[in-house]
């Protein structure tokens, strides 16, 4: 009965890591290492450091570094009390239209878009889009973190490098939906630079392409099954293990091609 409490108040409380974990935790293996660009000699803040202002603001926190990577003029503290009067204390669950709103007021115009998906999600880092990630650790625990770019392994795994909003360490990694639920993720852009909607586009195009492979392949299945029902003395000129054998690679590949439909790095 204790252990069913101890889980059941995990997962209404969390279990407070977030699953994020240092450079020695990380698998071995071949990799490459990309952070977005204008990341030198930018100082973030953390939580901490307005402790005394506010409470349970990591989403103002997350929110003033993002400002800071774009507004370099105005300093950290006038900037945190900017983005905190809009957002306030958490949680919070929707901060980009505030995070928008409050660029506007302070003379920038930016873009956004969310989404779940990682090869959106790394599409918008390959493009210098910095992000903002909602974790969920819990039914009622929640994080913002910022994301700085990824580490992307030869077997195609793929970790995030993230600012937890904890600690001034930049060398913290996240692999999603791993140690807690990714929610969403926001990518900001200053009007004007690159484009939001074809790094989005991107991983939709191939969910489109292999759920239309499946498509087709499973309706040439229906017609092969349904002209061997209804010609069971049906002839083939090739010998019937072959023809089995070539049918179960049909199946296969049918359903290889759902499977990507299904994953395609969606999440």
């Given at each position: 009965m204790k252990k069913i409490f101890k889980k059941f108040k995990k997962f209404i409380l969390g279990r407070g890591d977030y699953g994020f974990l240092d450079t020695d935790q990380l698998p071995k293996g071949n990799f490459t290492d990309f952070y977005i660009d204008g990341l030198a000699n930018l100082e973030f803040i953390t939580t901490a450091d307005n402790k005394d202002l506010a409470k349970n603001h990591c989403g103002a926190t997350a929110a003033t570094n993002l400002g800071h990577y774009y507004?370099?003029?105005?300093?950290?503290?006038?900037?945190?009390?900017?983005?905190?009067?809009?957002?306030?204390?958490?949680?919070?669950?929707?901060?980009?239209?505030?995070?928008?709103?409050?660029?506007?007021?302070?003379?920038?115009?930016?873009?956004?878009?969310?989404?779940?998906?990682?090869?959106?999600?790394?599409?918008?880092?390959?493009?210098?889009?910095?992000?903002?990630?909602?974790?969920?650790?819990?039914?009622?625990?929640?994080?913002?973190?910022?994301?700085?770019?990824?580490?992307?392994?030869?077997?195609?795994?793929?970790?995030?490098?993230?600012?937890?909003?904890?600690?001034?360490?930049?060398?913290?990694?996240?692999?999603?939906?791993?140690?807690?639920?990714?929610?969403?993720?926001?990518?900001?852009?200053?009007?004007?630079?690159?484009?939001?909607?074809?790094?989005?586009?991107?991983?939709?195009?191939?969910k489109k392409k292999y759920f239309l492979f499946f498509i087709l392949m499973f309706l040439g299945a229906v017609g092969f099954v349904s002209y061997a029902l209804k010609n069971p003395q049906g002839s083939f000129s090739i010998p019937l293990s072959l023809l089995y054998c070539l049918y179960l690679l049909y199946i296969f590949l049918m359903f290889y091609f759902l499977y990507r439909a299904l994953k395609n790095k969606t999440i």
């Open positions: 507004i370099r003029d105005i300093d950290q503290d006038s900037l945190f009390k900017k983005f905190y009067s809009e957002i306030g204390n958490g949680p919070v669950f929707f901060i980009a239209k505030k995070i928008q709103r409050t660029f506007k007021d302070l003379g920038k115009d930016v873009e956004y878009f969310s989404t779940r998906n990682i090869n959106e999600i790394k599409a918008a880092l390959d493009q210098n889009h910095m992000g903002i990630l909602l974790l969920a650790n819990g039914l009622f625990d929640w994080h913002y973190v910022v994301a700085l770019g990824y580490r992307f392994y030869e077997n195609e795994e793929l970790y995030l490098i993230i600012m937890d909003g904890w600690t001034k360490d930049r060398r913290r990694f996240y692999k999603i939906n791993s140690g807690s639920l990714l929610l969403s993720a926001s990518f900001y852009k200053l009007k004007g630079e690159g484009s939001l909607k074809e790094d989005k586009e991107e991983g939709r195009k191939m």
